[in-house]
């Protein structure tokens, strides 16, 4: 049984996780305009793991007969100065949900809500991975730099990542 503080709680975090989905889809189309065929691809792959991190909320709270909510999402930003400058605004985005998935955890605590805290785990340990992707990300923008002669190695580069992140998904799938 969800208390009305978590189904709260919960439902913000399926806005938030909705937003994310948005916000790396319109960075997939930005990519794609400017002809980075790799960065689009992992953005693409981004929007969907999120879309499924917002619906895992939502059956959960249906699972323990709460009542979820479509949320209305924002308008994410569509331009981006650069890619250095885009996946600093993923990061940065990253580090405010797993802040978010924290609080969560901690009113699960609170509340004796083990169920949820439960739930919660995984999430925990996805941000976990996540905010580690995106620091190596950047890390290998600085290293490679980003100027115009750099642009085609950096979405090289975002593309092995990709295959590899879908691979270790499939993997995971296949468990
Ligand atoms: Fe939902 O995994 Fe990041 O935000």
Redesign the pocket.
Known sequence: MLSKKMETALNKQIA??GY?SFLYLAMASWCDNEGFEGCANFMHRQSE??KE??LKIFHYISEVDGFALTPAIKKPPHTFKSIREMFQKVYA??QK??KSIHELVALSLSEKDHSTYNFLQW?VE??RE?ENLMRTILDKIKLIGDGPQSLYYIDKEIEKINIAEEKAAAAEEGK
Request: overall charge negative; hydrophobic content about 25%; cysteine-free.
């Open positions: 938030l996780e994310a793991e999120e991190h917002m985005h990253e949900v797993t999430y996805e941000q996540e």
